[in-house]
Each structure stands twice: as C-alpha cells, then as structure tokens.
C-alpha cells in the first residue's frame, strides 16, 4: 500500500526520515531544487518549448502551485516521480525550492506512477507509452496482463503497443519528433525492413502522406521485398548447382590422376531427393 505524505508545515522537523517515520500526517517538504535527480523511468522524451515557457512565466508570477511527487531513497537523496515540467520550470524561473509530496514506494510502483502521471496528465505520443510500457515488462516484469490492469487498458491495446518497440531507435524518434500518426506508423511497422521503414517514414513527414497514399507505398514496398527474397532464393539455388558441378568436376579430375598414375579408381554420381551422392571407388592395394 502506497504511504502517501500529505501537505503540511514542516517547522520543527529536522529530516525527511523523521516525518516519514512519524505517526503523524505531516508529509510536505520545500526541497531544493538541485536536490532531487530525475527519474529513470521518466517516458518524456520531448517537451514543447512554447509550453514550457508558458508554465515557467507561470511560475514566476504564482510559485508552483501543484507539488511534484518524489521518493527518498536510502535516507540520502531524492528522486523525481513525476512533476518533470514543473521541477523544469522552477529552474528556469529561478527557484531555490519546490514543494514536493514524498512517497514511500519502490521501484516498480515508482516506475508505474510516474508512467501513470504521464499518461493522465502529459499527452504522451503513442512511441512514449510503448517505450513506458516496455520498460515496465522488461525492466520490471510486469506482464502484459498486469500492465493492462494497472492502466485500465485491453492486454491487446498493450501489445499493440509495445510493438512499436520493433521500430529502431531512430525511426521511433522519427515518428516522436515529426507527430507521425499511430495508423501511418501501424502500416510502416508491416515493412520486414527497417532501412525502408525510415525512408518511408521520412516520405510521410517530408510529402505529408495521407493514410491511402501511405497503405499504397507500403504494399508494393512489400511486394518489392518479396520479388527480392524470391530472386535471391534462385540465385542461390544457381550458385548451388554451380557449386555442385565445380565439386563433381574435381573428382573426376582427381580420379583421372589416380588412374594416370596406375591406380584404377573410379566415381559414380547418383542423384535422389535428398541430394546428391558421388562415390569413388579405390581398389585396395
């Protein structure tokens, strides 16, 4: 169960250790600002300077007038929960302080409220939250189910989402950057390529591609691919017959010279459904 601090005036206390230990519901701290690291599980990828320059005049003119929440660790420092932009802006804006609401939790529900705040409060693009949620299955171990719960999610809108993990890292910051829409980027993702996937997701951006245009390049994309796998399967069943005769011809060659110097070998080649076979024969001397 989460200890959740509540707001309170902190005068008397001499450390966070002892409100957190305390039977008390004193639970508010003013933390300075260049105390508190950032989170590892933070999604955000990408902040709207004009957005952040909003919230930081905002700041300046009343404070912050919602805590951020942060977690302390070991009796030693602090580590952001969620509150990014406002911790960001209080920077900026020149704060000495932020108040911050601590909570006692660990790190996978750390993980999961600072991916939840997100969710409920940021807009996170589609590539944010299959990174979260990647992070929570393979950081974590969370399973997909559990994952689903924890957000009120369908287990397949989950996994749909995670698979846009089979996108590289650049193509993910291709479509995070660009605004790239969750349909054009499902269509790319059925590219088995991904040299071809960033070229047409450079087309989208670059062309402003609708999603007919988009379905229609990525089909013959695909149909290009499959011609390609089909003319590389022949040629390597032409190089392997090449292959075959090279072989056959230096038997017989070497059988040749085993007969030029007084030995009677001889080969047969015998050709079946498994492959093919050759066999020499050397008499016994």
Do not use: W
């Amino acid at each position: 169960m989460l200890n959740i601090i509540k707001f309170s005036d902190f005068r008397g206390r001499k450390s966070v250790k002892e409100v957190l230990e305390a039977d008390s519901d004193e639970r508010v701290f003013c933390i300075p600002v260049n105390d508190i690291k950032p989170n590892p599980n933070q999604v955000r990828k990408f902040f709207k300077r004009e957005a952040l320059d909003e919230l930081t005049a905002s700041v300046k003119k009343f404070g912050v007038c919602q805590p951020i929440t942060v977690r302390y660790i070991n009796n030693k420092f602090y580590e952001l929960i969620s509150g990014e932009r406002r911790l960001m802006a209080a920077k900026a804006a020149g704060l000495d302080k932020i108040p911050a609401l601590v909570l006692n939790v660990n790190d996978n529900r750390s993980a999961v409220l600072s991916l939840l705040e997100n969710l409920q409060h940021q807009n996170l693009s589609f590539i944010e939250e299959s990174e979260g949620f990647y992070s929570l299955k393979e950081d974590y171990g969370f399973t997909e189910e559990e994952i689903a719960v924890s957000f009120g999610l369908r287990v397949s809108d989950v996994n749909r989402k995670i698979r846009f993990m089979n996108f590289t890292p650049e193509c993910r910051r291709i479509i995070a950057e660009s605004g790239i829409s969750i349909i054009h980027a499902a269509l790319v993702l059925k590219i088995p390529d991904d040299l071809v996937r960033k070229s047409i997701l450079r087309k989208i951006v670059d062309m402003d591609l609708s999603v007919q245009k988009t379905a229609e390049i990525v089909d013959s994309e695909i149909e290009k691919l499959k011609a390609d796998d089909i003319l590389l399967s022949e040629q390597k069943e032409k190089r392997g017959f090449s292959d075959m005769r090279l072989l056959t011809n230096s038997v017989k060659r070497s059988v040749e010279l085993m007969n030029r110097s007084g030995i009677g070998a001889g080969y047969e080649v015998e050709n079946g459904d498994g492959g093919t076979k050759i066999i020499i024969s050397i008499p016994n001397v």
